[in-house]
């Protein structure tokens, strides 16, 4: 005390996520060596966010949303930055950094802003709306590109169904509550009635309906997102050091950019 005698300098930093003292390291109030051997990742990211250690079906449930994100191949502009990043000279950890610093509301985002979209749904339908009712006014209300639904390379997201059966399940067992899961599935059929072609549910909209199911607020269906996805980024990362190609930029040397003007 005699180097913080009112305890300022140890408030400054109070936490309840972790403790730290000589031969002591405590995570939510745990041991972590009662932890080490014994909690798999997604129990531990649930027990660092949350304070507590999930049921198994939860945390089940919360691996798979976790495994469907990790990757998308180098189109996306993540992997593709964290790659061009790897061969500048700026190690791992500036590559994935690089990566997922572009983790913003258009590539990354959707989830979050599907969580959005679905609690609105249900917002109408606990004011009295029936349920299509509110998923129609939802998307109405929302913007143009409805977060969640669709996808501009594959015609049905071939990660939707087995997130989708996983949830549905779990609402059948009584794991979640499936309120999000009715919602997102209300939306979907809103969307096949008023297009003349379908408009099926992708990733972010079926890990958003886990992630909400599980209690997770919307801000961290963004944040887990961005975990699962910078095992993606390393992945890549990781192989392009291997390649010996220096500089790499978004396109091969020997395709010179058009000009905008004539």
């Not at 945390?59 to 790897?86: C, F, K, N, Y």
């Not at 929302?142 to 997130?163: A, I, K, N, S, T």
């Not at 190609?245 to 010179?256: E, F, S």
Request: charged share 20%.
């Amino acid at each position: 005390m005699t180097i913080d005698p009112t305890g300022a300098v140890a408030r400054w930093w109070a936490t309840d996520v972790s403790h730290m003292e000589p031969g002591v390291v405590e995570l939510r109030g745990r041991p972590v060596q009662e932890l080490i051997g014994t909690t798999g990742l997604a129990s531990m990211i649930w027990l660092m966010i949350r304070g507590e250690l999930p049921e198994p079906a939860r945390a089940a449930l919360l691996e798979a949303a976790l495994v469907a994100g990790v990757d998308h191949g180098p189109q996306a502009p993540s992997i593709a930055i964290a790659r061009m990043a790897a061969t500048c000279g700026v190690g791992l950890n500036s590559a994935i950094a690089s990566g997922v610093n572009v983790l913003g509301d258009a590539h990354g985002g959707a989830g979050q802003q599907c969580v959005e979209l679905l609690d609105r749904v249900l917002l109408l339908e606990d004011e009295g709306a029936p349920l299509a009712e509110a998923a129609a006014r939802a998307v109405a209300e929302g913007p143009r590109y409805v977060p969640g639904f669709g996808h501009r390379f594959h015609p049905r997201d071939p990660r939707r169904d087995p997130l989708m059966a996983l949830a549905e399940r779990a609402a059948a067992d009584g794991v979640v509550a499936g309120r999000h899961l009715r919602a997102g599935l209300a939306v979907e059929a809103h969307l096949d009635a008023a297009r003349s072609s379908p408009v099926p549910m992708n990733i972010d909209g079926a890990t958003a309906i886990i992630y909400a199911e599980l209690g997770f607020p919307a801000p961290l269906a963004r944040g887990l997102f961005v975990l699962s996805r910078s095992v993606g980024i390393l992945a890549h990362a990781w192989e392009e050091t291997g390649q010996g190609t220096r500089n790499k930029g978004p396109i091969p040397r020997a395709v010179l950019p058009a000009r905008l003007s004539p």
